[in-house]
């Protein structure tokens, strides 16, 4: 996936993570569980796709992901820091 497409699609799911922190609490049980389980999915699709670790956009990806409680796989993680110290960020 090119960096305009991984940016548009992690804008989106950004949003997604934060309406469903803010909703999780007026919903049932199941229908948290079903979102979250879409989320995950879109996140681990997504983060598949990333072909450019260095976008700013994957590295808030996984920080929103993780505060909210999902999961990015460690491989991930791992090329997200390894781009971030190569940039001396």
Wanted: hydrophobic share 35%; glycine share 4%; charged share 25%.
């Amino acid at each position: 996936m090119d960096s305009r497409n991984f940016i548009q699609q992690a804008t989106v799911l950004i949003k997604d993570i934060k309406d469903h922190q803010v909703v999780s609490f007026t919903r049932t049980h199941e229908e948290v569980q079903r979102t979250e389980q879409q989320i995950q999915k879109r996140l681990n699709n997504l983060f598949s796709s990333l072909q450019n670790p260095t976008l700013m956009t994957a590295n808030k990806l996984a920080d929103e992901a993780l505060a909210a409680g999902f999961q990015v796989n460690q491989r991930v993680l791992d090329g997200l820091d390894q781009a971030e110290r190569c940039w001396g960020n």
